[in-house]
């Protein structure tokens, strides 16, 4: 009987084993980023897909964080949603960034990030402008970005 358990513990162990390592490293949980500095999120994605991580939008991904949708294993939960918009170069005031003239090399960095079914969403939706477009979970779906489970 001993011999019995110790060979199904082991079994139950290496089984576990298995799908801890088949789940690879946790994602990244995006919950409300307002977004930011393309070449930052760039770099961010880049390190995530190098790891093998994916991205699970729970949340707004404004702007700059929209790089997401670039990686293999993002997926959206019924909250999440993207906003676009053309790239800007900002201008630092005292009061903060001030919106300065459109950054067509970095929209178009952006808009290759994107897969596309939310290009076509996008387009459909009067492209990339200055006013912002918003997509929810729904809309992503749609739009072919996978949906968590």
């Excluded at 019995?4 to 946790?26: C, D, E, H, N, Q």
């Excluded at 019924?78 to 005292?94: E, W």
Aim: with cysteine; hydrophobic share 45%; proline share 7%.
């Amino acid at each position: 009987m001993r011999k019995v358990l110790t060979v199904v513990a082991g079994l139950l162990f290496a089984t576990s084993a298995a799908l801890m390592v088949a789940a690879g490293p946790a994602p990244l949980v995006v919950g409300n980023n307002p977004g930011g500095l393309v070449v930052q999120f760039l770099g961010q994605e880049q390190a995530l897909e190098a790891q093998g991580r994916g991205v699970v939008v729970t949340g707004r991904c404004a702007s700059a964080c929209t790089v997401v949708l670039h990686n293999p294993k993002v997926c959206v939960a019924a909250g999440g949603s993207f906003m676009f918009h053309k790239a800007f170069l900002a201008r630092p005031t005292p009061q903060g960034l001030l919106r300065g003239p459109d950054d067509e090399q970095t929209t178009a960095v952006l808009w290759s990030m994107y897969p596309p079914g939310v290009r076509a969403w996008i387009n459909a939706h009067g492209g990339l402008t200055d006013q912002p477009l918003n997509m929810n979970a729904q809309q992503a779906w749609s739009a072919g970005v996978r949906r968590c489970r």
